[in-house]
């Protein structure tokens, strides 16, 4: 293991498990964790075998690790985005930032910043449904399904993941009502990541439509997304692809199937391979900006009950 990737790692004790698969991963070392909690850092590395660590900013501008992944909820805040606009390594993040969408984008954005994963839309399984999307033909309708099992992995991030996804497909809608479920009001202040189940419902200005539901103690991780339009019916999930046409006839299957249906940890880990490889896919437009544009929309129609018009926001945020 000697020619390992070294990750560091930053996390709660919740997802420890996460975190290991993340390590089986072969060419994946876990060299440095810690968390938020200082006990808990102590047990999370230990139970990590990895060196601990105490503070997240001093650790990035250390040199014995290769790639950062940063899980921990509200942990990407301004002072580290700072501190990882300044470094040349790379870090990955499963945890949207913490802050108001108007501050992130007052700063440079031309600077070095941490990558989100895993997407699915940067997916062996998505990337090779995009080679049938090219013949598909008009996209009608989609439904995206994502749902968090006993890992770890959040609502919050689900959720940036699937809003990634259904901007790629159908780009900025009309309008959308977000509803959640759950104990609880929705936090109104936007550096409180959303919790619970989430139900989103998508309008386009070409008469498409979308939904997304997002949920959380699902037992066990999963991504699906189906969608509908005239080529027939595209079903991409994290075990592979099939499509069908309108009559039902099997068009192509198992495009980008894996032999076991991976962990949220076992993709999250190939990932950060990638990312520390540089071989992990670039968009020629990055749009991050949309994504948490939709995700703020989401956000204010949990806790409004009304309808939200994410293209208003991002209007009004570029013109700040």
């Known amino acids: ?75 990407l805040d301004e002072d580290i985005r700072r501190t990882i606009r300044d470094i040349t390594r790379p870090v990955a993040t499963s945890t949207p930032p913490a802050d108001a969408v108007q501050d992130i984008f007052s ?4 600077s070095r ?36 099992g006993s890992d770890g992995v959040t609502s919050a991030s689900l959720l940036f993941d699937a809003m990634d996804l259904i901007h790629g497909l159908f780009g900025m809608p009309d309008n959308l009502f977000a509803a959640r479920a759950g104990q609880g009001m929705p ?22 439509a979308a939904a997304v539901s997002i949920a959380e103690g699902g037992g066990k991780w999963s991504r699906r997304v189906a969608i509908l339009g005239e080529g027939g019916r595209l079903i991409v999930s994290d075990d592979g692809v099939e499509w069908l046409s309108s009559e039902g006839e099997i068009l192509d299957a198992g495009r980008g199937q894996t032999t ?39 956000r204010l129609s949990c806790v409004t009950g009304q309808v939200e018009d994410p293209g208003r926001i991002a209007k009004m945020l570029q013109r700040l």
């Open 1 to 75: 293991m000697s020619d390992a990737t070294r990750c560091l790692i930053w996390a709660t004790g919740g997802q420890a498990d996460l975190i290991r698969a993340a390590g089986d991963v072969e060419g994946l070392s876990i060299h440095l964790a810690g968390c938020p909690e200082t006990e808990d850092g102590r047990s999370l590395a230990e139970s990590l075998g990895a060196e601990r660590i105490d503070d997240l900013r001093s650790a990035l501008i250390r040199d014995d690790w290769d790639v950062a992944w940063l899980l921990a909820p509200g942990c």
């Open 113 to 148: 910043t941490a990558r989100f994963i895993p997407l699915m839309r940067h997916g062996r399984p998505f990337r090779g449904a995009e080679q049938i999307l090219e013949s598909f033909g008009s996209l009608q309708s989609a439904h995206v399904e994502m749902i968090a």
């Open 187 to 208: 936090p109104r202040d936007p550096k409180v990541p959303l919790t619970g189940h989430i139900v989103v419902s998508l309008r386009y200005p070409n008469c498409s």
């Open 107 to 110: 700063e440079d954005s031309g």
């Open 260 to 298: 076991d249906i991976p962990s949220a940890g076992e993709v999250a880990g190939h990932h950060l391979k990638r990312i520390a490889m540089q071989r992990e896919p670039v968009d020629e437009v990055d749009s991050t900006f949309e994504t948490l544009c939709l995700c703020e929309a989401v």
